[in-house]
C-alpha cells in the first residue's frame, strides 16, 4: 500500500467511524483490507481506493466495516455486571417505583452478547417484573446487528462468558449453533446508528453501557460523545465503560463513583440536560427559571 492510500484510507475511516489510526498502522490495514479486495476481484488495495474514490458508497461502507473490530463475549469483564446488579437496577427499582419502567442504551453493541448479558440480568432482578424494560442495542456495522438480532451463537462463543445454568435456561440447540429464546430477544431492540452522528432523537435513557468502543476515538472525540450523552442520561442514571476506558482527563461531563470501577454518573454541575447545553441556550433557560 502506498503512503498516500494509507493517508486516504486513514482520513476516510477517521471521518467516517471516528477510527483514530496511528501513522504505524498499515500492516492493520492490509491485513483486512487486502482480502475484502480480493473478495470483489480487485489485485489490491490500490484499486480499492479508487473505487471509493469513484463515490461506491457500497465500497465504503464495506471499507468501514472491515476495519471495525467486534470482539465481544457475554457478561465481558463480569464488574459491569455486578454493578449492574448491585447498585444500579436496586437504586433505579426504588426510584422508578411510581413509572415501572427503564430504559437502557447499550451503544456500540456488536453481534449482541452485551446487551443480551444485561437483558438476562433484567430477567433474573425479580423487583422488576412486570416492569416495561426497553433495552436499545445501537451499532455502527449493519452485519453485526443482524447477527444479533438472529441470536444465533456458536459453541465458542456461548463458552465465553456464559454461565452454564443460563446456557441451559436462556438457549435452546439447533444443530451446532446455541440460539436465545425468544423472550430474552424481544427484550432488545436493534438499530443501526453512528455514534460520530447526532443521537438525540433516542430520547433519554436510564442505564448507558458503552464499552470497548471509545477506545479507538481520539481525545476530541471522546469528548463530543460524552458531552451528547450526559444530556441523554437521566440525572440519577448512570454510564458503564469499558475497562481501559475513562472520562477522567477528558470531559467534566460524567463523574467516576469512587468505589465502583467503570461506573459514571452524571455531573450535578454540568447537569444532564444542561451538561454540553450552548451557552445562548443556558441563557434561555435560566431567564425562564
Ligand atoms: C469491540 S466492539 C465492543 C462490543 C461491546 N460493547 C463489548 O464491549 O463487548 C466495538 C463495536 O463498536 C462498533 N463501532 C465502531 N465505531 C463505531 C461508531 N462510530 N459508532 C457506533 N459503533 C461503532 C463496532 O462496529 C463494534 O461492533
Redesign the pocket.
Known amino acids: 500500500m502506498t503512503p498516500l492510500d494509507y493517508g486516504y484510507l486513514r482520513k476516510l475511516l477517521k471521518d ?4 483514530d489510526l496511528s501513522s504505524d498502522k498499515q500492516y492493520l490495514v492490509e491485513s483486512r483490507l487486502i482480502p475484502l479486495a480480493r473478495k470483489a476481484g480487485m489485485p489490491g488495495i490500490a484499486e480499492l481506493v479508487a473505487k471509493i474514490k469513484s463515490g461506491s458508497d457500497a465500497m465504503t461502507s464495506e471499507v468501514v ?1 472491515a476495519m ?6 457475554f457478561f ?2 463480569k464488574i459491569p455486571f455486578d454493578h449492574l446488579r448491585e447498585a444500579v437496577l436496586p437504586a433505579l427499582v426504588q426510584a422508578r417505583a411510581n413509572r415501572r419502567a427503564l430504559r437502557i442504551w ?6 449482541g ?2 446487551p443480551y448479558s444485561i437483558a438476562m440480568c433484567i430477567k433474573e432482578f425479580p423487583a422488576l417484573a412486570g416492569w416495561r424494560v426497553e433495552i436499545l442495542a ?4 449493519q452485519e ?1 446487528l443482524e447477527k444479533s438480532k438472529a441470536g444465533l451463537y456458536s459453541q465458542f462463543e456461548v463458552q465465553r462468558g456464559l454461565p452454564i445454568q443460563m446456557l441451559v435456561k436462556y438457549f435452546t440447540q439447533t444443530g451446532e449453533l446455541w440460539q436465545l429464546n425468544a423472550d430474552i430477544r424481544a427484550m432488545v431492540q436493534h438499530r443501526q ?4 452522528q447526532d443521537f438525540s432523537h433516542l430520547g433519554t435513557f436510564d442505564v448507558i ?5 471509545l477506545i ?2 481520539d481525545q476530541e472525540t471522546k469528548a463530543g460523545i460524552f458531552d451528547r450523552m450526559a444530556r441523554m442520561l437521566e440525572a440519577d442514571g448512570d454510564l458503564a465503560l ?1 475497562a481501559a476506558e475513562s472520562v477522567v482527563g477528558i470531559s467534566d461531563a460524567f463523574r467516576p463513583y469512587p468505589e465502583r470501577r467503570g461506573l459514571y454518573r452524571s455531573n450535578p454541575e454540568r447537569t444532564a440536560r444542561g451538561a454540553a447545553m450552548p451557552q445562548a441556550l443556558k441563557m434561555v433557560a435560566a431567564a425562564a427559571r
Do not use: I, K
Open positions: 467516517r467511524s471516528g477510527l466495516e471495525t473490530t467486534n470482539e465481544t463475549f465481558r469483564d447499550c451503544a456500540a453493541s456488536s453481534t452478547q452485551e445501537t451499532d455502527l456495522s453485526v446508528l453512528n455514534l460520530l453501557f458503552c464499552r470497548n468502543v479507538y476515538f469499558g
